[in-house]
């Protein structure tokens, strides 16, 4: 059973853009959410995180937005640049980070 | 900054052979993790320690074992390897004790290819 769930397995969007990824959880006790990006043939790199005390938590051109009843966050890239495609994960964790449920990416595609 | 450090980017055995992955990290954190990356699959947690000598599994640690002998060093063990673990291997940290949540921080990954 998946208790986190990226639907969408792939995502194209025009450069200078908007990006929506979406995740959904099924686990209300999450309570710490994390997005990763992955380039082929290296390991994940952490981009932004967001408590469960909050709705949204920004970093430059990375949004992460948590809707808790609806148990789904998603993570806004603006403007979208042709860096950006790559491998998307979204992670959660229950009172500690120590173990991170993963969902199983979006591929994410920047058309020039 | 961070360092994870795994030994092999690309390996390829055979079935049958016993297989050790390495990881390194320089930043003394007492929590240390392998995961394997499959598409559409994500990332799954095969055995985690938390300590010097201690290990709990993870979802799927069928066919796989760790060792922890050095804070610094966490290494996966393919007992017998078997073509189903074809895949790409990451190992992560993060210390413990934090006060507020903390990200793992990853290695660059082995793409492990099993003939």
């Known amino acids: 059973d998946q208790q986190v769930k990226q639907n969408s397995p792939s995502l194209s969007v025009q450069e200078g853009r908007i990006s929506i990824l979406n995740c959904d959880y099924t686990?209300?006790?999450?309570?710490?959410f994390l997005w990763y990006k992955k380039y082929p043939a290296e390991g994940p790199t952490f981009l932004i995180s967001?408590?469960?005390i909050k709705d949204k938590n920004e970093d430059g051109r990375f949004t992460v937005f948590l809707n808790k009843s609806a148990k789904h966050l998603s993570l806004h890239i603006v403007p979208s640049q042709p860096g950006d495609s790559a491998v998307y994960f979204c992670?959660?964790?229950?009172?500690?980070?120590?173990?991170?449920?993963w969902g199983a990416g979006t591929k994410l595609i920047i058309k020039p | 900054d961070v360092k994870v450090t795994q030994s092999s980017r690309y390996l390829v055995k055979r079935t049958g052979e016993k297989v050790f992955l390495e990881c390194v990290q320089d930043?003394?954190?007492?929590?240390m993790f392998w995961y394997r990356q499959d598409p559409g699959l994500g990332l799954r947690l095969i055995y985690f320690?938390?300590?010097?000598?201690?290990?709990e599994k993870g979802d799927i640690p069928e066919g796989y074992s760790v060792s922890r002998e050095k804070k610094e060093r966490f290494s996966l063990i393919l007992e017998s390897a078997s073509t189903n673990q074809t895949s790409m291997y990451l190992c992560?940290?993060?210390?413990?004790?934090?006060?507020?949540?903390?990200?793992?921080?990853f290695g660059d990954g082995t793409r492990l290819s099993i003939l």
């Open positions: 992560a940290s993060i210390p413990s004790g934090v006060s507020s949540n903390q990200p793992q921080h």
């Open positions: 930043m003394d954190h007492e929590n």
């Open positions: 320690s938390y300590d010097v000598k201690m290990k």
């Open positions: 686990n209300s006790m999450f309570d710490y």
């Open positions: 967001i408590s469960s």
């Open positions: 992670a959660a964790s229950a009172y500690s980070n120590y173990q991170l449920i």
